[in-house]
């Protein structure tokens, strides 16, 4: 008795010490133990998306490619075969699962000593703990303290709770997080659309998604899914025959193809990115799950990228074949040597190839494969280049003289790599241009920018020409010298002398503008100047005005944020960019409102709620409980006027004598009513046209990145009009064909349209001009504006000015067109 009394006092001890000792283990792991109760609060990174007006996505920011679902979102489906894969007892234990511990733990001792990696009988919960609170360490005290969160976890939160955390946060590869992104990276589809088989591919993922990757890993990725099919089985989640097809089916896995919208919408979306960046910060754009309503228009925004690329084209071909893109070694292994180059990726119509061989006629081209050759040589993909195709590389301009071969062995050699584009049943030669240009496209009532094109390929250049080049607008300011006289008492009949000027400069040099012919007309009516752009009328009438005038106009048109009060800078020599020059152009367009552009109609956070909206428009009656015959509402606009609605109309109407009749006449082959301008610079560095109807204003600019003559020649009607046209041809589809509107109280008389003069209507050659109220067209001897009557002011003298702007200020207005 007395030694089973000791043996029991010995086994009681014992215990207690065990059990003091397990305590004391326990309050050392959990003395430090993560808050459990923080996953109350968890809100993951989430991609933000980029809608276009439409509704079409066509960008993605985000650190973590994540789309967030609510666990009843997510098809049961979905459920099963992860629950299958991972735990299938998940609804049975309270956290973990001790008999998936035990198992794990056998077979852990059987293969000790084998080098194989060890496995931890993990429940959901348990993942849920690590890969929320603890780290990946695989120790023991890892594992106890992931246990003791486990227990906790599932004691705190719902089991549809701890899944949904789990099929939101889990990484499944190629950069998704989650199952509804994994939806989309594998199948480009909902998860609501997925298969068996689908759903069984991507519960097969989580052990670790780069050893099942489908490309890399096909048999490993089908083996492992059909592994998940059978356990779908066993679990009775699906039948035998279910599974059976299911593990008969391919994997089906297809890449997301992006769409055309998001292919020809890079510089848009950027400009978009770089905006929200500085907005809302870099971390809560890429992880706060924003939803994002541009402007943009995706049809529109196709077209500007390919009227301006057709363009760039244009303009380089003319110039000369240039030489390849590179040259390749004499090599049978071609392919491997070709796939290595990096063609235009945004441009995919463009296909880059290795010349073979070249004859007077024609040449014999192998193709840049679409992937990377696996096993060795590639077989050829070889084309035939014909005369029809590389006639324009023939001929190249050198110091205005046209040279031209033969034939193409004297262009092309074997071993260049050149671009080919399919054209009907042929190829084309092409070259990546040097010249580079913009369009912009706004809709003129609201500012919502619908298309920006902002280089020849984004994935040559990502700097946006559109937004970011600060280039002289040229002639294409004149509109707004003319509409600051306007509203200061002139008329489109005032005449302004159109002779020779000659103005000192202040240090010893003369400043002598002309008019791009060379040639001057004497007095005529401001329409005329505008209408054919003559500078000396434009410096005279800015010389009467007075320059302060003309740059407050400069400024509060959003075109300068500071225009020094220069003659030159009336004729376009300050800087600006084409967006800021298009949105100048849209006050006009709409009568004269303030116009804010904008990229962005509406910005909404992860929960759906609005935290920006372009649109700030009064609309008292639009939230009507009911209807009950009323009219419908109006939004009510209040914005402040930049301009008087009629100098607006009277600028419009003389702006539409440019295409009329003036320096864009090949404009009007649109046939709807569009008022215009052209721009040149001096030297032709820089050639513009903004154009507008009533409902859009579309602008274009050529130039060289490092600003060069293009050509004597060149001008904004002959290089950025046909881009305007081409494009516009697109845009006016679908629209009504709207007349610009005079405001109420404007009086329309005909005159002559060189001297102002009333006329009979059926006069030949006689227009109808609108007038304000008060004032009429001048009969008999009218005053001549001259604008040198006074002062001998300077036209550039300045003590702070520097000698590069004052050699631009004294080289400007002599080519400006």
Known sequence: MKFIASLLGTSLNLATVVALAAAAIVAALTRHLPDHRTLADWEPAVTTRLYAGDGTMVAELARERRLFLPIGAIPARIRQAFLSAEDKNFYLHPGIDVASIGTALLSNLANYGSGRRMIGGSTITQQIAKNFLLSSDRTVERKLREAILSLRIDQTYSKDRILELYLNDIYLGRGAYGVAQAALTYFDKPVSELSVSEAAFLAALPKAPNNYDPDRQAERAMGRRNWVIDQMRQNGVIDAMTAARASAAPLGVQQRQPSSAISSSDYFT??????????????????????????????????????????????????????????????????SALIKLRPLSDVPEWRLGVVFAAGNADAEIGLRPEAAPSNGTTAAETIRLDQQGFAWALCRSIKA?????????????????????????????????????????????????????????????EFNRA????????????????????????????????????????????????????????????????????????????????????????????????????????????????????????????????????????????????????????????????????????????????????????????????????????????????????????????????????????????????????????TGGGLAAPIFIDFMKVALQGRPAADFQAPAGMTVEAIDRKSGQPVPGDTPGAILEAFKPGTAPCAGGCPVIDGFETASTSATADADLSPELREKLLTNGNGLY
């Open 270 to 335: 950027e400009e978009v990115r770089r905006q929200l960046n500085g907005q809302y910060g870099e971390t809560a754009l890429y992880t706060a799950g924003f939803s994002i309503r541009t402007t943009l228009d995706p049809r529109l925004q196709e077209a500007a990228m390919k009227a301006l690329r057709r363009g760039l084209i244009a303009y380089d071909q003319a110039k000369g074949y240039r030489g390849p893109v590179a040259r390749l070694p004499a090599t049978e292994d071609w392919a």
């Open 467 to 714: 937004t970011q080049a600060y280039r002289q607008p040229g002639s294409s300011f004149k509109p707004f010298v003319y509409a600051a006289a306007l509203d200061n008492g002139y008329s489109p009949t005032t005449l302004v002398m159109d002779a020779p000027i000659a103005l000192a400069d202040g240090a010893g040099r003369t400043w002598k503008p002309k008019n791009y012919d060379g040639r001057f007309s004497g007095p005529s009516t401001l329409r005329v100047g505008l209408e054919n752009s003559r500078n000396l009328m434009t410096v005279r009438l800015a010389r009467h005005l007075g320059m302060d005038l003309v740059a407050d106009y400069g400024k509060r048109f959003g075109i300068y944020d500071d225009l020094k009060p220069y003659l030159p800078m009336s004729l376009g020599a300050g800087e600006t960019t084409l967006l800021r020059l298009v949105s100048a152009y849209a006050v006009i367009a709409n009568g004269g409102k303030a116009v804010a552009p904008s990229m962005v109609d509406r910005v909404q956070d992860r929960y759906g709620r609005t935290i920006f909206r372009h649109d700030q428009r009064r609309c008292d009656d639009c939230n009507a409980s009911d209807w009950t015959s009323q009219e419908e509402p109006v939004p009510v606009d209040d914005r402040d006027y930049v301009l008087d609605p009629m100098t607006a109309y009277q600028v419009t109407s003389m702006l539409r004598g440019v295409v009329e009749r003036g320096t864009a006449r090949n404009v009007g082959t649109l046939g709807v009513p569009i008022a215009g301008k052209t721009g040149t610079t001096n030297d032709e560095k820089d050639v513009w046209f903004v154009g507008f109807t009533p409902n859009i204003v579309t602008g274009v600019f050529l130039g060289y990145d490092t600003p060069k003559p293009m050509g004597y020649g060149e």
């Open 401 to 461: 003289k046209r040279n031209c071969a033969t034939g193409i062995d004297s262009v092309l050699s074997p071993g260049d790599v050149v671009y080919v584009e399919k054209k009907g049943n042929g190829y084309v030669l092409r070259q990546p241009p040097l010249v580079q240009g913009a369009l912009v496209s706004m809709d003129p009532n609201t500012g919502r920018v619908l298309a920006v094109a902002g280089g020849f390929s984004y994935a040559q250049s």
